[in-house]
């Protein structure tokens, strides 16, 4: 079953012939990403030839319940809608719903019994990707029955069918979790077969941080201690916990944002070069500057890390309530909605250059962003009554809309050597149209082509962890005592300016 390729469509990946199985098919991010991703690259012809999709949950459900459902998810969460009815009739049909629980061996026996014949149906090979959009918790068990009932192949046989498993995050909620759920899984499933989903490596602009360094010398050049000044990350998000609050009182910012996607755009900003473009060596890179990262001790955690909560406030002008006024959150919850951080990477490039961090909720926009601030000039010339001139800065906006922009001087038309700061702006959709693959299009696709260069390794998770572990065990230990701490609708607590300024330095507007 083959759909056409569609222009403007530029992977040169090749997804192999596959089953994909959903364990926790009937859950939220099946329904929001998972399926209509599935569908847009049946639409961009770039779902194997030979594919199915299973989805696995306890839930009573037929196909056809299942495949109605998926059909008002698409129309309401694809990139691309209504659905496109002539192609659905098509992808429709390659869509199944197994009913089980978790850690039934019937379930699995019914399952295996199942994908035999979709491989005879579908032309699939035997070949499978499994997809674990389920807690945590369950990763250890639902690896240990699929290698029971045969469906884990060994990773190293070199002919006959492939088998992997594409991990949700997150991956452990400290040091030791993340250990302990390693070790649950790894006697059943090689490394190389473990594919740990951060999408923010599948957006576009992250991916093209890598492109963007190592292919414009003149910035590379630039590309250290010699010349940067600073480096800010912020990812800001307008919204509050929502519907989220339970989960969230067990998450908090630190591990919902830090440890995982903004320590991904971290090392991809401060990594060496890699030596080749395969997934271990560009990772191998990426681990060594997370394990660079000077630890926080003790002492510098009261001047290097600030956590806030929201209290009440004002966005967009409407009122909106304070995080312990949430639903399913604590009336005196202690659980951070912002971090801001300032890391030291202690290689021969960075030295000296620190790297601020900060993530909120309730901020009064959304916007993830890096910017790299350059070193002043040398000098005084065209100093203005002793007032410096504004730095070089180099700032890269992930989200929401995608640019890259630099900052530089230029004279202001007249008589008078008036310098004024200007900005050469790069924007993706004004280039390269608004249509773009989301990242889980872009992940589920190099899975299914055997590419785990966008997937967090082990040795990167627990790096990351490792780094971040003690703030959380000292937060612990030392419970906030002024929280809420800022208003929604404002940039995050007044210790995080007073941490800038203690450098001489402040948070950019964004
Ligand atoms: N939702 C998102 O946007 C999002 C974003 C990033 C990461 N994640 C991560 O992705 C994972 C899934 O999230 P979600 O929001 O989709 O979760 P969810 O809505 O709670 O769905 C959980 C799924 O697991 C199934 N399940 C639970 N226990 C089971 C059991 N014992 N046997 C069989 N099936 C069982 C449920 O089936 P029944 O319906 O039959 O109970 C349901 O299909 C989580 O780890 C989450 O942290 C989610």
């Not at 469509?9 to 596959?18: E, G, H, L, N």
């Not at 579908?122 to 369950?138: A, E, L």
């Not at 790297?355 to 350059?374: C, D, H, N, Q």
């Amino acid at each position: 079953m083959s759909y056409p390729f569609q222009e403007g469509t530029t992977s040169t990946k090749i997804a192999a012939p596959c089953i994909m199985v959903i364990f926790g098919a009937t859950g939220d991010l099946t329904r929001r990403r998972l399926v209509p991703a599935l569908y847009n690259l049946a639409r961009d012809g770039q779902l194997p030839a030979h594919f199915c999709c299973v989805g696995f949950a306890r839930r009573h459900k037929s196909d056809d319940d299942f495949r109605h459902e998926m059909h008002d998810a698409i129309n309401e969460f694809s990139r691309v809608k209504p659905v496109d009815e002539e192609l659905w009739k098509t992808f429709k049909g390659q869509l199944f719903y197994h009913e089980s629980e978790f850690d039934t061996d019937e379930g699995y026996e019914a399952l295996a019994n199942r994908l035999r014949n979709l491989d005879i149906q579908f032309g699939t090979k035997g070949n499978r990707v499994f997809y674990f959009s389920t807690q945590p918790s369950f990763f250890p068990t639902l690896v240990k029955k699929l290698k029971k009932h045969g469906l884990l192949y060994p990773h190293n046989q070199t002919h006959g069918p492939w088998s992997r498993v594409i991990f949700e995050k997150p991956f452990g909620h400290d040091l030791a979790s993340a250990i302990e759920l390693q070790n649950g899984i790894s006697d059943d499933l090689d490394e190389s077969q473990t594919y740990r989903i951060d999408h923010w490596l599948g957006k576009e602009t992250v991916q093209n941080l890598l492109i963007f360094r190592f292919t414009n010398p003149i910035f590379e050049a630039l590309w250290n201690h010699h010349h940067i000044d600073h480096v800010q990350i912020a990812v800001a998000e307008e919204l509050g916990v929502g519907t989220r609050g339970a989960l969230w009182e067990e998450q908090g910012m630190l591990r919902d944002i830090v440890q995982n996607h903004m320590m991904q755009l971290l090392s991809l900003i401060a990594m060496e070069p890699p030596s080749r473009l395969d997934a271990d060596a560009i990772r191998d890179e990426k681990v060594k500057v997370i394990s660079s990262i000077v630890p926080i001790s003790a002492k510098e955690c009261q001047k290097c890390v600030v956590r806030g909560q929201y209290g009440p406030g004002i966005i967009n002008g409407k009122d909106v309530i304070g995080y312990r006024q949430e639903g399913n959150v604590a009336p005196e919850s202690e659980v951070e909605t912002y971090v801001a951080l300032k890391l030291h990477i202690d290689n021969w490039r960075w030295a000296g250059v620190p790297f601020y961090l900060r993530s909120g909720k309730r901020m009064p926009k959304k916007v993830t962003e890096i910017a790299i601030s350059f070193k002043e000039a040398p000098g005084s010339l065209y100093q203005e009554r002793g007032r410096h001139n504004p730095s070089n800065v180099l700032a890269i906006r992930i989200q929401p809309n995608e640019n890259i922009s630099l900052t530089t001087n230029c004279k202001v038309p007249g008589q008078e050597n008036l310098v004024h700061p200007v900005k050469m702006d790069f924007r993706y959709s004004a280039y390269f149209g608004a249509a773009q693959q989301e990242a889980y299009e872009r992940l589920i696709c190099d899975c299914m082509a055997g590419d785990s260069t966008l997937f967090a390794r082990n040795d990167e998770v627990l790096a990351s962890w490792k780094l971040l572990t003690p703030i959380l065990e000292r937060w612990r230990n030392n419970k906030p005592t002024n929280f809420p701490n800022y208003q929604a609708g404002k940039w995050g607590p007044v210790e995080a300016d007073v941490m800038l300024a203690a450098d001489g330095r402040q948070w950019r507007l964004l």
